[in-house]
Nanobody
Framework: QVQLVESGGGLVQAGGSLRLSCAAS????????MGWFRQAPGKAREFVAAISWSGGIIDYADSVKGRFTISRDNAKNTVYLQMNSLKPEDTAVYYC??????????????????WGQGTQVTVSS
């Protein structure tokens, strides 16, 4: 089973940028659909962005479109989330997730088999 380790979280002022990374433990990483989700205090986990194994299909939540960019480097077994123009409402724990299924429901957390431990992102106003 693949293991996922997120990094890159931290504290940033509104309007700033952060880049999250998620490193996978297996060479078969290239076969997985990868997603980013987030959970703010007192709220349900929500979809942020996802990318298919080839990078040919990418999906974003409406709340982050135009500000966040997901990408992957299969040679490095890593998926990235570049976050620009951050807002206080982006504050949350961000989770990386992997799906071994052939799915078009990239936004659906139930399609994902493996989750990372999460990394905190805090945006101050």
């Amino acid at each position: 089973q693949v293991q996922l380790v997120e990094s890159g979280g931290g504290l940033v002022q509104a309007g700033g940028s952060l880049r999250l990374s998620c490193a996978a433990s297996r060479r078969t990483f290239s076969r997985f659909t990868m997603g980013w989700f987030r959970q703010a205090p007192g709220k349900a986990r929500e979809f942020v962005a996802a990318i298919s194994w080839s990078g040919g299909i990418i999906d974003y939540a409406d709340s982050v479109k135009g500000r966040f960019t997901i990408s992957r480097d299969n040679a490095k077994n890593t998926v990235y989330l570049q976050m620009n123009s951050l807002k206080p409402e982006d504050t949350a724990v961000y989770y990386c997730a992997a799906s071994s299924r052939f799915t078009t429901k990239l936004w659906d957390s139930k399609e994902y088999d493996t989750w990372g431990q999460g990394t905190q992102v805090t945006v101050s106003s």
